[in-house]
């Protein structure tokens, strides 16, 4: 198992890929495991925090670097199952700027209705 394989989980619908972390802890090595992950992004990558206890200021430094960079380069990037210390600390930062924190229902009502739309066509 690689690296990104042991770190990243990918699920992809359409124009949608969610990342879900593997690791509990998130420094420099594993965010720059994470941003590796998202070079194959889609318009809207959405990462996935629910197995995340610690997330350290190197970690968020190449985070709040890679979310600023998609973002200018047009991706739509959220983050989902963040905690509330996490979700602190991503205010803070300013993090929740380029990535929104989204919840479960938003992501499903999405990826349901752009199914229900290609499926209509």
Not at 16 to 31: K, P, R
Not at 68 to 92: D, E
């Amino acid at each position: 198992m690689s690296d990104v394989q042991a770190v990243i989980r990918r699920e992809e619908w359409d124009d949608v890929v969610l990342l879900h972390i593997l690791t509990n802890s998130v420094d420099a090595v594993s965010a720059a495991t994470i941003e590796h992950a998202c070079t194959q992004m889609k318009p809207i990558t959405v990462l996935d925090f629910a197995d995340v206890a610690f997330i350290n200021s190197a970690g968020i430094s190449v985070l709040l670097k890679f979310v600023v960079a998609a973002r200018k380069n047009g991706y739509k990037v959220f983050c989902l199952h963040v905690s509330p210390h996490h979700q602190k600390i991503f205010k803070m930062v300013e993090m929740t700027r380029f990535m929104p924190v989204i919840e479960e229902q938003d992501l499903a009502a999405y990826t349901n209705a752009q199914q229900s739309s290609i499926s209509n066509s």
